[in-house]
């Protein structure tokens, strides 16, 4: 069965420090990987992807995502955090036409 | 362009109603799907269109659940006789083609309240 780890329900972290949201996988096959954000009462907005080439995917906002195919792994990383970047963000994996989902991470930016 | 949109943006009915919720896909996007979120919860899948192909029906949660898309446009999901459970939140995405690398692109939502 295809699933997606999120460990963390919350992260915490000050403005202008790194921050790191986990994701760990298990699929069958080659997936293709994905974030995504949620602001409040909005749907999801794409941030990145990973299909194939460099493990080091860069995407909106400043973000990016390493792939770690021994770990299963996609966390996504920001080397300077903002308040405005408090959200929720979900990791989703895709296995021929399906998307499945984390049960997203929400990420807490304070001044 | 336009996004994916959806209607109603809120929806509140009483149990026992049966309830219709729209979607309209950016134009051009033949895949579309239907996801689930409820309070505090990951996104769970309900159903996929792809073109004329037969829809993946495979995560409605009950037969009390249908979906319906007309050619690759607007597809609508019926609640029929909601049941309290059925509070959360319905998101639509689209996505342009089958074997494309895209991501799937989402809807605002519908926040659906069963009283």
């Known amino acids: 069965a295809q699933s997606v780890a999120q460990p963390e329900d919350q992260v915490n972290v000050a403005e202008g420090n790194p921050l790191t949201v986990k994701c760990t996988y298990s699929?069958?096959?080659?997936?293709?990987l994905f974030w995504y954000v949620q602001y409040p009462n909005r749907g999801l907005q794409f941030l990145l992807k990973?299909?194939?080439?460099?493990?080091l995917v860069k995407g909106s906002y400043g973000f990016e995502a390493e792939f770690n195919k021994s770990q299963t792994s996609f966390h996504l990383k920001k080397p300077s955090a903002l308040v405005s970047d408090s959200a929720l963000y979900f990791c989703?994996?895709?296995?021929?036409?399906?998307?499945?989902f984390g049960s997203g991470t929400k990420l807490n930016v304070k001044p | 362009g336009a996004g994916v949109s959806q209607s109603p943006s809120n929806k509140v009915t009483e149990k026992g109603k049966d309830v219709e919720l729209r979607c309209d896909p950016i134009s051009g996007h033949t895949a579309l799907y239907w996801y689930r979120q409820s309070l505090g919860q990951g996104l769970e899948f309900l159903i996929y269109f792809q073109g004329n192909s037969a829809p993946d029906k495979s995560g409605l949660p009950s037969d009390r659940f249908s979906a319906e898309r007309t050619g690759e446009s607007v597809s609508t999901l019926t609640i029929q006789r909601t049941q309290q459970e059925d509070s959360a939140v319905y998101l639509c995405?689209?996505?342009?083609?089958?074997?494309?690398?895209?991501?799937?692109?989402f809807g605002p939502g519908t926040r659906l309240l069963v009283l």
């Open positions: 989703a994996v895709r296995v021929n036409y399906k998307f499945y």
């Open positions: 699929v069958s096959g080659n997936p293709y």
């Open positions: 990973y299909i194939t080439g460099d493990n």
């Open positions: 995405a689209s996505r342009p083609a089958s074997g494309s690398k895209e991501t799937q692109y």
